[in-house]
């Protein structure tokens, strides 16, 4: 049986989004979610008839995937985070990547950076932007970690993300701190355009 070439943990509304992106865009795959029977609702949902499978336990969901894995967390940032880290780290082998998109403070991306590398494992802090319609239809997202590990998702990410005249809105910054600002600046332009386009509807 193949393995999944994408997987996902943590099914918010962002993070089934995404893999629905990731498998329109050809990428088989795998989600884990810390209540399985999170998971069971979105297969037998949203995620039916997808190319994407289920994982009742952290073990299973690697074993699930093809080497070397990507992993994109979706999970609270902070504590939440380190956790799943802490649990999969056990799992994980030589070359597999981790990928947060869950707006962790840069301080804390990079001491992860640090952490996962000296292990053999890479690690990518990503700011995803453009909300839960833009994580389904297209982001725009923002990779910051060592040039190694981004261009093992390059293709994954051009593939997902939104498209614009001179290409995917796909921008690489090899300073993790750097992509949190940007982050959260992006953000608020978001907020400022929603409130704008609120008062012109009234």
């Known amino acids: 049986m193949s393995k999944a070439h994408f997987g996902l943990i943590g099914l918010g509304v962002m993070g089934e989004n995404l893999v629905l992106n990731a498998e329109r865009n050809g990428f088989s795959s795998v ?22 499978e289920g994982a009742k336990t ?27 880290i802490d649990n999969i780290s056990e799992y994980l082998e030589e070359g597999d990547l981790l990928i947060d998109g869950g707006n962790s403070q840069f301080q804390d991306t990079e001491r992860r950076v640090r952490q996962l ?13 453009g909300g839960a319609k833009g994580a389904l239809e297209g982001p725009s997202m923002m990779p910051g970690g060592t040039k190694s590990s981004y261009d093992a998702i390059e293709s994954l990410l051009t593939k997902m993300a939104a498209k614009v005249d001179d290409g995917p809105c796909v921008s690489y910054v090899d300073q993790v701190a750097q992509v949190i600002l940007l982050k959260r600046y992006t953000m608020g332009l978001n907020m400022v355009s929603n409130k704008f386009l609120l008062k012109l509807m009234i």
């Open 31 to 52: 989600v884990y979610n810390r209540t399985f029977s999170k998971t069971e609702d979105f297969l037998k949902g949203r995620g039916l008839g997808k190319n994407i």
């Open 58 to 84: 952290i073990q299973e969901f690697v074993d699930k995937l093809e080497r070397p894995r990507r992993i994109l967390m979706m999970v609270k940032a902070g504590s939440a985070t380190d956790a799943v």
């Open 117 to 129: 590398e000296s292990k053999s494992f890479g690690y990518i802090g990503m700011g995803v932007s």
